[in-house]
């Protein structure tokens, strides 16, 4: 019997694919093969009629229609919601649950800009040199005190010494008209 | 009951531009040319007749709204299941509605029709239906939904992914899951045929 001579693991993928045989949605080779192993081996021939069945008390049994009143009140409910849906629009999250339903991709862009925000803000922190402690930083309103050790002038230039006693620094300005 | 037919799929396009052009009596026709599936489709996924209804409806609605973004790439009807489908399956997640107990529906109106024409002969095909009714309602909402476009619409599995945004091996997979745990909870009934 060639049927026995079928290993397990290719029936179990036989009937994984019954499905789709019974459906007309295997390429025609695999159709082939398929077949020609269902021929053969009672085990998957029984569960393609299982399957068959099955499909066949679907049909019969789950297939409902329209009520009649409901059918005739149908397009006025429609009408209805038409109506319903164009009136100015709310905002809120009425508003914005609509919004992501109709366009799904907003999730995704929503979510891409958050995990671009959250990157951002992750790697400034991470990566931004680190200040010095504040305690080295001189106070914010002490104003460096400034001492004018001398100004000398003449008719084209002048020169102002400057000095800072607290950070010992001299700072020589030195003036000189343009000559025309 | 196959994919489509080409002449239908070509009429369907006319008259989504005539609607685009603001004839509202073309969406009407295409309203009742699928007010039947839409409210099918919506009713194997809630298994509730005025959740269905209304899911129905509001699918319509909304398909008119935002018929300017319809390009017209897929069938009508492709996309309207799209609507269909997305609306029925965040309805049973806002209701967690996943395993209701069916209500006053039209299978009930079947059953009973079929009582009174012949009632011993109706008692199997009776208790059958009820038995095929509670397995589908114990599958999970996106299984339900492929099964529901494949065996009752007829749905090719190209269609169904488009429909319900998923990849064709996912469509297998759901049907597979699907016809397997039918199979296991009818038990008898699946070989009675």
């Known amino acids: 019997m060639k049927a026995l001579l079928f290993g397990r693991s290719e029936c179990s993928t036989v009937v994984q694919r019954l499905g789709a045989y019974v459906d007309g949605q295997l390429h025609d080779s695999r159709q082939k093969q398929l077949e020609a192993h269902v ?29 009649g009143e409901d059918a005739a009140r149908f397009w006025d409910n429609v009408e209805r919601k038409i109506h319903k849906a164009k009136s100015p629009p709310r905002w809120g999250a009425d508003r914005l649950r609509e919004m992501f339903w109709f366009y799904p991709k907003l999730w995704w862009a929503s979510a891409a800009v958050l995990g671009t925000t959250v990157l951002l803000f992750t790697a400034d922190m991470v990566l931004r040199p680190s200040m010095p402690p504040p305690t080295s930083l001189a106070p914010i309103d002490a104003q460096p005190r400034t001492v004018i050790e001398s100004v000398e002038g003449g008719p084209n230039s002048s020169v102002v010494l400057f000095s800072t006693p607290d950070q010992q620094l001299k700072i020589i300005w030195v003036l000189e008209r343009e000559r025309s | 009951m196959g994919s489509r037919p080409e002449r239908e799929t070509r009429d369907d396009h006319e008259l989504v531009l005539r609607t685009k052009r603001g004839d509202r009596s073309a969406f009407e026709i295409l309203v009742s040319r699928y007010q039947d599936r839409a409210y099918n489709v ?29 390009r017209g790439t897929a069938g009508f009807y492709t996309w309207l299941y799209r609507i269909v489908v997305n609306l029925a399956i965040d309805h049973t997640r806002v209701r967690g509605r996943q395993n209701p107990i069916p209500r006053d529906d039209p299978e009930r109106e079947v059953a009973l029709r079929e009582m009174t ?77």
């Open chain 1, 39 to 67: 021929r053969d081996c009672p085990r998957c021939a029984a569960e393609l009629q299982r399957l068959l069945a099955l499909r066949e008390q679907m049909r019969r049994n789950l297939a409902v229609s329209l009520p």
């Open chain 2, 42 to 70: 919506a009713y194997q996924i809630l298994r509730h007749h005025e959740d269905a209804l209304d899911v129905a409806q509001e699918a319509f609605a909304r398909a008119y709204v935002s018929i300017a973004c319809f």
């Open chain 2, 117 to 193: 024409a012949d009632p011993a002969a109706s008692l199997e095909t009776k208790e059958l239906r009820q038995q095929i009714v509670r397995a589908v309602t114990c599958l999970p909402a996106d299984q339900r939904a492929a099964l529901t476009l494949r065996e009752i619409d007829g749905l090719s599995y190209q269609e169904i992914a488009r429909i319900m945004n998923c990849s064709i091996g996912t469509v297998m997979s759901r049907l597979y899951a699907a016809r397997q745990k039918l199979q296991r909870i009818l038990g008898h009934y699946a070989k009675a045929q």
